[in-house]
Nanobody, 114 residues
Framework: QVRLVESGGGLVQPGGSLRLSCAAS????????MGWYRQNPGKERELVATIGSSGITNYADSVKGRFTIFRDNAKNAVYLQMNSLKPEDTAVYYC????????WGQGTQVTVSS
């Protein structure tokens, strides 16, 4: 059974940090690029960061220098370390696998507020 399960969201103050985790089935993780996206109500889902199977990363300009994406191939997991969080980072964050047309997780809410 294919699965992508995100965790680690929550409420954090501006300037704080959170680490999101995404646990994936091996069949949609090994050898595939993975990514984190985010979405707010009424807005399109936007790319946050991606990481290829070889570890090459790509970031949205809005998060460069603050967020880091990395993967643990032994655990079939991808992470998003978020530092210096801003209120505008508030969103539901989704994990995506590029395997076979794409798979999405259910999302985890991140709220940055004082």
């Amino acid at each position: 059974q294919v699965r992508l399960v995100e965790s680690g969201g929550g409420l954090v103050q501006p300037g704080g940090s959170l680490r999101l985790s995404c646990a994936a089935s091996g069949s949609i993780f090994r050898g595939y690029a993975m990514g984190w996206y985010r979405q707010n109500p009424g807005k399109e889902r936007e790319l946050v960061a991606t990481i290829g199977s070889s570890g090459i990363t790509n970031y949205a300009d809005s998060v460069k220098g603050r967020f880091t994406i990395f993967r643990d191939n032994a655990k079939n997991a991808v992470y998003l370390q978020m530092n210096s969080l801003k209120p505008e980072d508030t969103a539901v964050y989704y994990c995506k696998s590029t395997a076979r047309g794409g798979y999405w997780g259910q999302g985890t809410q991140v709220t940055v507020s004082s």
